[in-house]
């Protein structure tokens, strides 16, 4: 099965300053299809896990554009351009490129 | 609008099955499937398997199989969940979302687009 590690696994975060999380792949998620099968989902406190972004880059109905998911292949990245109090939980990737799909660590996102 | 809406908690002894519903509304239940995703105390989500609404096709993680039953009713546009031979590491909160479940070309494509709001499942003696 495919591995999905992230890094940071904690970030303290500044509101209105920006954030950045790393998702890596042990395989390449890059279908023949030219997509990448790798979305991102935040678990706010205490709620279900919502999708952020699918096919990589795609943002989800709803997300505000404060938040960017870029990357191909292994490597993935989402960004907070100005981050919010509403912004904190865990975010975690996901690829289902093969089955079953996997998540990764997850990252912890609070407010400094 | 989109809504799963998931049954009560559970406590099970070890050995006993469990079985949890996820009724579905708010958009066309042929049009997608709907995946089963755990997680445990203090961990990252896992998932489970997926059933397509269209067809009750189910797809299971290889880990699950021989204990882990998908089901659909079309009529009430529900999905339940069934695990049996329930162990202390069962326990988890259980969550059912909407999944198209394939891709344009028709292989396997996980997007968990809406979920429930998910249901605690805990075996302890």
């Known amino acids: 099965e495919i591995v999905m590690t992230q890094s940071p696994l904690s970030l303290p975060v500044t509101p209105g300053e920006p954030a950045s999380i790393s998702c890596r792949s042990s395989?390449?998620?890059?279908?023949?299809?030219?997509?990448?099968?790798m979305d991102w989902y935040l678990q706010k406190p205490g709620q279900s896990p919502q999708l952020l972004f699918y096919?990589?880059?795609l943002r989800a109905s709803g997300v505000p554009d404060r938040f960017s998911g870029s990357g191909s292949g292994t490597d993935f990245t989402l960004k907070i351009s100005r981050v919010e109090a509403e912004d904190v939980g865990v975010y975690y990737c996901?690829?289902?490129?093969?089955?079953?799909?996997?998540f990764g660590p997850g990252t912890r996102v609070d407010i400094k | 609008q989109v809504h799963l809406l998931q049954s009560g908690p559970e406590v099970k002894k070890p050995g006993a099955s469990v079985k949890v519903s996820c009724k579905t509304s708010?958009?066309?239940?042929?049009?997608?499937?709907v995946s089963w995703v755990r997680q445990a105390p203090g961990e990252g989500p896992v998932w489970m398997g997926w059933?397509?609404?269209?067809?009750?096709?189910?797809r299971y993680a290889q880990n699950l199989e021989g204990r882990l039953t998908l089901t659909t009713d079309t009529s009430t546009t529900t999905v339940y969940m069934e695990l049996r031979s329930l162990r202390s590491d069962d326990t988890a909160v259980y969550y059912c979302?909407?999944?198209?479940?394939?891709?344009?070309?028709?292989?396997?494509?996980?997007?968990?687009?809406?979920w429930g709001q998910g249901t605690l499942v805990t075996v302890s003696s």
């Open positions: 979302a909407r999944d198209v479940g394939v891709d344009g070309s028709g292989s396997p494509y996980n997007q968990l687009d809406n």
């Open positions: 708010g958009y066309n239940f042929g049009n997608y499937g």
């Open positions: 059933i397509s609404g269209k067809n009750g096709t189910p």
């Open positions: 395989q390449s998620l890059l279908h023949s299809n030219g997509h990448n099968y």
């Open positions: 096919l990589g880059s």
């Open positions: 996901m690829q289902s490129l093969q089955s079953p799909p996997t």
